[in-house]
């Protein structure tokens, strides 16, 4: 599959994987000079491209693992959503989970994206659903373990 990347900003990067397998693609700061996300707090940071992913995918940002283990910094919505009919500039809002300042340099890699299809469903309302061995019973209902 193709996807058409606009590049918004001259010198942003294209997404780019660690490995011939990685499902996620490093999704990179487009800034023309580092920026600090207070502790505790969140900052929108542009990637400087815009993308046209095919009808019936969506892009799904999820955090870099080391960002997000060594650094605490991680997208603020935990998965963010690229519809297919978007053509903005890709911004992720990397929140800052630590009691520390942390600073994000020009072209660091801020996120991943990974392009999933999706259903499109049409919700019909009812006044009764279908039984099950599960019921009502939420969280934790289904065990401990």
Excluded: W
Aim: net charge negative.
């Amino acid at each position: 599959m193709k996807i058409q990347i606009k590049k918004l900003k001259e010198d942003a990067k294209l997404p780019s994987r660690g490995s011939d397998q990685a499902a996620g693609y490093d999704l990179y700061s487009a800034l023309s000079e580092p920026v600090t996300i207070a502790a505790h707090s969140t900052l929108m940071v542009g990637t400087g491209l815009a993308a046209a992913i095919p009808e019936g995918y969506f892009g799904a940002i999820f955090a870099r693992s080391g960002l997000a283990s060594k650094r605490s910094l991680r997208p603020a919505n935990c998965v963010g959503v690229v519809d297919s009919d978007y053509r903005g500039e890709i911004i992720v809002a990397l929140h800052n989970d630590s009691d520390e300042d942390k600073q994000i340099e020009e072209y660091e890699r801020i996120a991943q994206l990974v392009v999933m299809p999706y259903l499109s469903v049409e919700f019909e309302q009812t006044d009764e659903l279908s039984e099950t061995k599960r019921g009502e019973g939420g969280f934790g209902s289904s065990g401990t373990r």
